[in-house]
């Protein structure tokens, strides 16, 4: 596996003060509070999928898509609370970013 974050241009001097002290509101709320659900779904995915890799030996491809786009979220949060990148993270497993 392999994690990149591209660097960006310039940093928003204006962002970088508002998240850091005001962060916790207006991004993680938000998303801790779906994350909760979504992961309550994840673990019990990680449940049966554990058995059918257990009888078939293969992990099926829509499990294995679900939990992929729920780490990229959760990377990508992660990324934005850290100040690596500016910008509000996309809400979801539908979310894309390409830069983290």
Request: no cysteine; aromatic share 18%; proline share 3%.
């Amino acid at each position: 596996m392999k994690l990149i974050i591209n660097r960006q241009e310039s940093n928003s001097r204006g962002e970088l003060l508002l998240r850091s002290f005001f962060g916790w509101i207006y991004i993680i709320i938000p998303h801790i509070f779906l994350m909760f659900f979504v992961s309550i779904w994840y673990a019990i995915l990680d449940f049966v999928k554990f058995w059918v890799v257990l009888f078939t030996g293969r992990i099926p491809e829509s499990i294995y898509e679900f939990q992929k786009k729920f780490l990229q979220w959760d990377i990508r949060l992660t990324a934005r609370i850290m100040n690596m990148r500016d910008g509000y993270p996309a809400i979801g497993i539908r979310g894309s970013d390409d830069d983290a």
